[in-house]
């Protein structure tokens, strides 16, 4: 049987950058709370096997459920709204705020795969044979997916120069 307080440790310590992932991936914090919440129920059933690199396999779960949800969902239409999700943004200055919400945007813009490469690499910065592990996927596709991903983000030139900044 497995150690549940250890679990409940493990869960505390990663919840948070877990739940950045996934928000990332979904763009709906409910949304994204159930993909972790569902990655994490499987890494449950999963723990004794899990050995050192749970948080890495619960982000591989957490991928892998999002393009499943995805490719179930594609042919709905995706409604967009003029503001970013409730979140306080009174400590930034606009700029940034600004700036974040451009990053959304793009984002938002790319197909689910693209997205996740994209998330992985240079929000979560992972090397390119990291983010292949977690998708499941060779390098060489983690390759033409970020290319592939970051051509179309070039449309904008703006969002070009302020995305390479920060990856």
């Given at each position: 049987?497995?150690?549940?307080?250890?679990?409940?440790?493990?869960?505390?310590?990663?919840?948070?950058?877990?739940?950045?992932?996934?928000?990332?991936?979904?763009?709906?914090?409910?949304?994204?709370?159930?993909?972790?919440?569902?990655?994490?129920?499987?890494?449950?059933?999963?723990?004794?096997?899990?050995?050192n690199?749970?948080?890495?396999?619960?982000?591989?779960?957490?991928?892998?459920?999002?393009?499943?949800?995805?490719?179930?969902?594609?042919?709905?239409?995706?409604?967009?709204?003029?503001?970013?999700?409730?979140?306080?943004?009174?400590?930034?200055?606009?700029?940034?705020?600004?700036?974040?919400?451009?990053?959304?945007?793009a984002?938002?813009?790319?197909?689910?795969?693209?997205?996740?490469?994209?998330?992985l690499?240079?929000?979560e910065?992972?090397?390119?044979?990291?983010?292949?592990?977690?998708?499941?996927?060779?390098?060489?596709?983690?390759?033409?997916?970020t290319?592939?991903?970051?051509?179309?983000?070039?449309?904008?030139?703006?969002?070009?120069?302020?995305?390479?900044?920060?990856?």
């Open positions: 049987m497995a150690d549940r307080s250890e679990y409940d440790a493990f869960v505390a310590a990663v919840w948070q950058r877990l739940l950045r992932t996934a928000y990332l991936l979904t763009r709906d914090w409910a949304v994204a709370e159930d993909l972790v919440q569902t990655a994490l129920m499987k890494a449950w059933l999963a723990w004794p096997r899990l050995g690199e749970r948080e890495a396999y619960v982000r591989k779960i957490i991928v892998n459920v999002h393009v499943s949800w995805w490719r179930r969902r594609w042919r709905q239409v995706e409604v967009t709204t003029g503001s970013p999700p409730d979140r306080t943004q009174a400590a930034d200055d606009m700029g940034q705020a600004d700036e974040r919400e451009f990053v959304w945007q984002l938002g813009r790319l197909p689910a795969r693209q997205r996740a490469v994209v998330v690499r240079f929000f910065d992972m090397t390119e044979a990291q983010a292949a592990e977690t998708l499941g996927c060779s390098v060489g596709t983690v390759k033409s997916q290319s592939k991903a970051l051509a179309k983000l070039r449309v904008d030139d703006s969002f070009a120069s302020t995305f390479v900044r920060r990856g």
